[in-house]
């Protein structure tokens, strides 16, 4: 068989923690599968860029067979030439005394001009997938400054929440993680997201059927979850990296492939309304996909308690106070 053409694959913050995990296991074939070449394009401000170097220097020295070339560069037209998937990772933390609304406007100075490049440079198929924080309004940004990209295409990371979410319960049930299905991340990737138990399933029973513990399921479960990344912080003194960048490649895998029946993944994906959330929020929701560019849908007709719903009505607030705030970004 012909070898295949390569596709182009943008990571920017490429120099970080999370690229310094996620461009191995691109390279290795995990992302886009084990007979797909890759050029990386990786994308870096200045600062990064002399580490970036010597990042591109192990990926030389893995001997990679699937990377076909590697582009390193502050250029935004370069990063995003003929990308068929762009992973933004890089983005500004916050910092201290810094405020949520800072943060936001900080951000939007990078990811207008990214969605900008990206609609003027990317091949037709690309499909995005924001994992800098705070990700959700930072997608939304770069959608609504690439009105040419259709909106299906741009995605922001819920996974990692999911993830943790899927072996906080299997631990609880004393079940294997794999046997942790249909785990939806309602809204944003903040403190306020809804892991949503009640419609999860482990070996395809309700998961309140698995664990009666109600107290629990509506209290630990869920600050688990929500302040993980903090625990990483505090018992790290970094936050989470390798578990990010295996979230990343678990929803471009997700996105790029049929989602198993009956089953559903976590994505924040833009609003059309489903569930009576605000239209155009790129809004963390349970997704199923045939893998193609544009074929995924919300999975309608769940339904929701008191509780769930009061969860979801919380993290819409947020979404739409951030997207308030950052109002003049948005085209
Ligand atoms: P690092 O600070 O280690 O790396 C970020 C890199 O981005 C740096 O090398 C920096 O030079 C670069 N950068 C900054 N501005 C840039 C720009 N305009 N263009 C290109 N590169 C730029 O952070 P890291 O730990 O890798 O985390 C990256 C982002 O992921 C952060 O925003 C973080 O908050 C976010 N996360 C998102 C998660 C999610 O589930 N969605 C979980 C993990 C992580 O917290």
């Known amino acids: 068989m012909p070898a295949k053409t390569p596709v ?3 990571v920017t913050g490429a120099a970080g923690q999370i690229g310094y995990s996620l461009l191995f296991r691109i390279a290795s074939g995990q992302l886009l599968g084990p007979d797909q070449p890759v ?6 401000i200045e600062p990064g860029m ?4 010597g990042v591109v220097m192990e990926i030389d020295d893995g001997a990679f067979p699937l990377v076909s070339d590697i582009v390193a560069t502050t250029d935004l037209d370069t990063a995003f030439d003929g990308c068929s998937w762009a992973l933004l990772v890089g983005s500004v933390p916050r910092k201290a005394g810094m405020e949520r609304g800072d943060l936001l406007t900080v951000n939007g100075g990078i990811f207008g001009p990214q969605g900008r490049a990206i609609a003027a440079n990317a091949a037709s198929d690309v499909r995005i997938l924001v994992v800098g924080n705070p990700c959700n309004t930072n997608c939304l940004i770069a959608r609504s400054n690439a009105p040419e990209v259709p909106a ?9 929440d999911q993830n943790r979410a899927q072996t906080q319960l299997a631990k609880r049930a004393a079940a294997p993680v794999s046997s942790v299905t249909n785990l939806a991340i309602w809204g944003n990737h903040s403190a306020t ?8 399933r482990i070996d395809g029973t309700p998961v309140p059927e698995v664990i009666a513990d109600t107290e629990w399921l509506q209290g630990e479960f869920i600050t688990t979850v929500q302040k993980r990344g903090a625990a990483i912080i505090e018992a790290r003194g970094l936050s989470s990296a390798a578990s990010a960048a295996s979230a990343a490649i678990d929803s471009v895998v997700s996105i ?4 198993p029946e009956g089953d559903w993944t976590s994505v924040a994906v833009v ?4 569930y009576g959330i605000p239209e155009g929020l790129q809004f963390g929701f349970p997704v199923r996909t045939d893998g193609q560019p544009g074929g995924w849908q919300v999975v309608e007709g769940l339904s929701h308690d008191a509780f769930a719903t009061e969860r979801i009505r919380i993290t819409t607030e947020e979404l739409e106070g951030e997207r308030a705030e950052v109002a003049d970004l948005l085209p």
Request: hydrophobic share 40%; glycine share 2%.
């Open 256 to 259: 790029r492939t049929p989602t």
């Open 271 to 274: 609003s059309n309304g489903e």
């Open 193 to 200: 997201q809804f892991p949503d138990f009640a419609n999860a």
């Open 39 to 44: 050029v990386l394009r990786l994308l870096e």
């Open 8 to 10: 182009h694959v943008t």
């Open 152 to 160: 299906d295409r741009w995605f922001a990371m819920t996974r990692l």
């Open 50 to 53: 002399k580490a970036l170097e």
